[in-house]
């Protein structure tokens, strides 16, 4: 059974840091590339970042580019996100999903994990 | 960037069929994925590929996509289908590369 697992969210200053982690079982994480998801309270799904199997190729999105890095490491079986330089609107629940290419070109996200909070707050 | 727009909300009655429509421009030029978000929960892909269904979700659940629409389409609606529900895109030219859309809640009378 696939199980993505998050961690390390919690409560934090504007302009502070945290890492998220996302423990992966059940498939061959070594395999798959991996993104980040977060969901504002309230708001809908925003993608936030993407890895590729081996970590190569990176991206991000437009709003978190040059504060949040994601990397990996395959012989944990594990996703992280560190984020900086927080602000308020990046309070939010983090999800860490599974990508899928399709036959057609396109992607999406097969499984989820539960998600953790983080709260950008003085 | 590439937008995708939901109507906000949906009511159906149990038995009825909810249709939850995503619109962009020329989408019917990309695949369309559909999650369904209950409360407090994570989103689950429920549709894949315009139409497909990953295994263990219901025949109920169907899509199409054309010209600039894209539906979810909910047969014989239980209650247990409340919830929310997000088309999503792949869009290489956006600086979202995962495109999502406005979300719509489901709410079943």
């Known amino acids: 059974e696939v199980q993505l697992v998050e961690s390390g969210g919690g409560l934090v200053q504007p302009g502070g840091s945290l890492r998220l982690s996302c423990a992966a079982s059940?498939?061959?994480?070594?395999?798959?590339?991996m993104n980040w998801v977060r969901q504002a309270p309230g708001k809908g799904l925003e993608w936030v970042s993407y890895?590729?199997?081996?970590?190569?190729?990176?991206y991000y999105a437009d709003s978190v580019k040059g504060r949040f890095t994601i990397s990996r490491d395959n012989a944990k079986n594990s996703l992280y996100l560190q984020m900086n330089s927080l602000r308020a609107e990046d309070t939010a629940v983090y999800y860490c999903?599974?990508?899928?290419?399709?036959?057609?070109?396109?992607?999406?996200?097969?499984?989820w994990g539960q998600g953790t909070l983080v709260t950008v707050s003085s | 960037s590439y937008v995708l727009t939901q109507p906000p909300s949906v009511s159906v009655a149990p038995g009825q069929t909810a249709r939850i429509t995503c619109g962009g421009n020329?989408?019917?030029?990309?695949?369309v994925h559909w999650y369904q978000q209950k409360p407090g929960q994570a989103p689950v892909l429920v549709v894949y590929?315009?139409?497909d269904r990953p295994s263990g979700i219901p025949e109920r659940f169907s899509g199409s996509n054309s010209g600039n629409t894209a539906t979810l389409t909910i047969s014989r609606v239980e209650a247990g289908d409340e919830a929310d529900y997000y088309c999503?895109?792949?869009?290489?030219?956006?600086?979202?590369?995962?495109?999502f859309g406005t979300g719509t809640k489901v709410t079943v009378l």
């Open positions: 999903a599974r990508n899928t290419a399709t036959l057609y070109g396109s992607y999406y996200f097969d499984y």
């Open positions: 059940g498939f061959t994480f070594s395999s798959y590339e």
């Open positions: 890895i590729s199997s081996s970590g190569s190729t990176i």
């Open positions: 020329n989408i019917g030029s990309k695949s």
């Open positions: 590929d315009d139409s």
């Open positions: 999503q895109v792949w869009d290489s030219s956006s600086d979202h590369f995962y495109v």
